[in-house]
């Protein structure tokens, strides 16, 4: 039974205070995990771990980090072992999207959502990896579909969800022998804060969603998909039957994904009809 399986494991899960994270460590505590809570708003990780503690008498730390700051993840790594003594799984969730052409974008975007999404999971790993080789853990990457196939108005986004494929694949490799799991979990459109934190040109959020949010897959069905495949300790995952479509598409016709992507999200992008990938 998969739900066993978070029986007192110790998992860390950064942005964990919205979103994938948010429903993934309520799932992760409502079945026996011990689990670290990372993001920087610590009124909203503090919020999350008394909700958990009074349903489920869930153990729960709250750290606050900033991912773009490697310190910051170090400490998260060390203060989860100074409580809990080891750490089973890492979910390298935190993360930052944007909506604008590259043309008009201060670089500072760019720059910002390969900290937060790349570097942020860089640092996270490299700390706790010591550890989950010990343990014989797993490191888990939420990416997205745009990490296998890109998208216009988010070349940020996009080239950071492909770096940290890129970096977990590599990783995986290094370690096939030793035990360690490396996932990465492509969700498809999922219902969050991720559009309304995305940032614009100049770099400030765009404070509004063009999907209904209510229309996608939920955060806590996400969450549950994304912890079925932890304890059968997949290595990797594309949600959704048109998510897996659009990956195999960029692989296998290039010329024609670019034409049906074109058409799906420069021309109709302030329809919300980009509904395919974020
Ligand atoms: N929702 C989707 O449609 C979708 C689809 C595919 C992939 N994804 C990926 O899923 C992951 C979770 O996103 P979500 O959709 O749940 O979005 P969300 O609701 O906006 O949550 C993002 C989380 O990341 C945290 N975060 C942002 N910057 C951070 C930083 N510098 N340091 C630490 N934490 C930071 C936020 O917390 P604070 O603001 O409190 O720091 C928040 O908890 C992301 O990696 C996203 O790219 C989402």
Known sequence: MWKSYFKDKVIIVTGASSGIGLASAKLFASLGARVSIASRSLDKLEALASE?????????????TDVTVEEQCNNLIAKTLERFGHIDILVNNAGLSMRANFIDVNLDVLRRLMDVNFWGTVYCTKAALPHLLETKGTVAGVISIAGYSALPKRTGYSASKYAVRGFLDALRIEHLKDGLTVFA?????????????????????????PLDEKGLMSADECALRFAKSLAR????????????????GRQLIPHIDDRITYNYIMEREDSGSDARKN
């Open 52 to 64: 958990l503690a009074a349903n489920y008498g869930a153990e729960v730390l709250c750290v606050q």
């Open 185 to 209: 979990f492509a969700p498809n459109y999922v219902e969050s804060n991720v559009r309304n934190a995305a940032l614009t040109a100049d770099g400030t959020p765009q404070g509004s969603t």
């Open 233 to 248: 300790r997949r290595t990797r995952q594309i949600l959704t039957p048109l998510g897996k479509i659009t990956c195999a």
